[in-house]
Nanobody, 111 residues
């Protein structure tokens, strides 16, 4: 059974940093594109960043230069390093691979 588990969310002040983790089981994570998405209250889920099996990365314009996605294939884990956080980054963050979603982790950025 494929399972993705996000962790690392929390409450942080504007300008602070968090690192989210997405740990996979039941899947060879390294062969898939893995995406981080977020959904703010009252808004649609949006793509934040993704990383391919060849470690090509792409970011939403709103997070370029502040967020970094990376993967550790030995740990079957993908990370999202988030720096210079803004209140508008507040959302539930989800990871996705092979059409499987994690349960999400809440990030709250206070002003």
């Amino acid at each position: 059974q494929v399972q993705l588990v996000e962790s690392g969310g929390g409450l942080v002040q504007a300008g602070g940093s968090l690192r989210l983790s997405c740990a996979a089981s039941g899947i060879i994570f390294s062969i898939f594109v893995v995406g981080w998405y977020r959904q703010a209250p009252g808004k649609q889920r949006e793509l934040v960043a993704y990383i391919t099996s060849g470690e090509i990365t792409k970011y939403a314009d709103s997070v370029k230069g502040r967020f970094t996605i990376s993967r550790d294939n030995a740990k079957n884990t993908v990370y999202l390093q988030m720096n210079s956080l803004k209140p508008e980054d507040t959302a539930v963050y989800y990871c996705n691979a092979n059409s499987v979603w994690g349960q999400g982790t809440l990030v709250t950025v206070s002003s």
